[in-house]
């Protein structure tokens, strides 16, 4: 089934990387910026910045780029201890771009003002880089006000890598990645609202490998105004990256068939943060994800969670009076 991946060939670009990284001495001189997109993120930066400075490998330089907040996003960050650059508002991907061209540095830690990092994310990272390696991630713990909704481990690279053709298993907060490698694949898709990072993750494939930490060292805050509760703009980043990105190395039948497949498994992904989030539209995004791609053995977990979508409609139907 996975013959090849997106992007993925045997030549790669050449760039100009660093020696290799082994040598505990040369780790503990290793320079990182990190780099904060935020958007009337106030609220969120004291325990962002916080878990960023008890960092027990502590990064060169902080940035944080303020997307045209209308609050107090700079002065707070400012007050912290961090660099601010400021711009229009231009979302998300705009944020992480100018982020990652203001950093001075080769490494590039990304990570969401609303999350935050457990104090040894950094040093492991640093631990896992090779001369080839040119993005590493971790795994995370989702929370919300109530507490952990989930525990996610860092997947294998190779199996992540094979997982990027149809579904984003990485998320950008947990990412370390290569400043050269990430301008020369041309960053962020700016048009993407949502998705951007994952489109990001395919064009980074070529210039190396990737490399993960299986702990859950990065922590993912769940809360309605996140992408965890946006199913829509969730499926409008994928209809900007599917053709050029995701698609780019299909032809014929065989792009009709990934691009059936890749529709299938995000419609999917929308009925589950439906659910998580008691959207009406759950059981219409799990129909939408069947046709799309019929096949059982397409990710047959989707007819299961289906049943299970139309017995609660079924008895939420008979509930009432």
């Not at 994310?121 to 713990?141: M, N, P």
């Not at 996140?226 to 698609?247: F, K, N, Q």
């Amino acid at each position: 089934m996975y013959s090849r991946t997106p992007n993925d060939s045997e030549d790669r670009p050449s760039l100009p990387y660093g020696p290799r990284v082994n040598d505990p001495k040369e780790k503990k001189c290793l320079k990182i910026s990190v780099v904060i997109p935020a958007y009337n993120a106030e609220r969120f930066l004291p325990r962002c910045l916080t878990s960023v400075f008890a960092q027990t490998l502590p990064p060169d330089e902080v940035i944080v780029v303020d997307d045209g907040s209308t609050d107090k996003t700079s002065e707070v960050a400012a007050a912290l201890g961090a660099r601010v650059v400021k711009q229009k508002n231009g979302g998300q991907a705009a944020a992480r771009n100018a982020g990652i061209h203001a950093a001075s540095n080769e490494w590039i830690a990304l990570l969401d003002a609303d999350d935050l990092w457990l104090p040894e994310k950094l040093a492991h990272q640093a631990a896992a880089i090779r001369s080839d390696v040119v993005l590493v991630y971790t795994g995370a713990r989702h929370f919300d006000e109530r507490g952990t909704r989930a525990i996610q481990h860092a997947i294998d690279p190779l199996t992540a890598r094979k997982m990027l053709q149809y579904c984003n298993p990485i998320l950008p907060s947990s990412v370390l990645l290569r400043r050269q490698a990430a301008l020369a694949c041309g960053g962020m898709r700016e048009a993407a609202y949502a998705c951007e990072d994952w489109g990001m993750w395919v064009r980074l494939m070529p210039f190396g490998r990737f490399a993960a930490v299986d702990a859950p060292l990065t922590e993912y805050y769940v809360h309605p105004l996140g992408m965890s509760a946006s199913p829509e703009r969730m499926l409008d980043g994928l209809r900007v990256i599917l053709e050029p990105t995701l698609l780019v190395n299909y032809r014929g039948f065989e792009r009709w068939i990934w691009r059936r497949r890749i529709w299938a498994a995000q419609l999917y992904s929308a009925a589950l943060i439906a659910r998580e989030n008691v959207l009406k539209s759950e059981l219409r995004y799990f129909v939408r994800s069947l046709l799309a791609w019929p096949s059982p053995f397409w990710q047959p977990q989707r007819y299961s969670s289906f049943a299970v979508s139309v017995k609660n409609r079924l008895l939420s139907r008979q509930a009432l009076p």
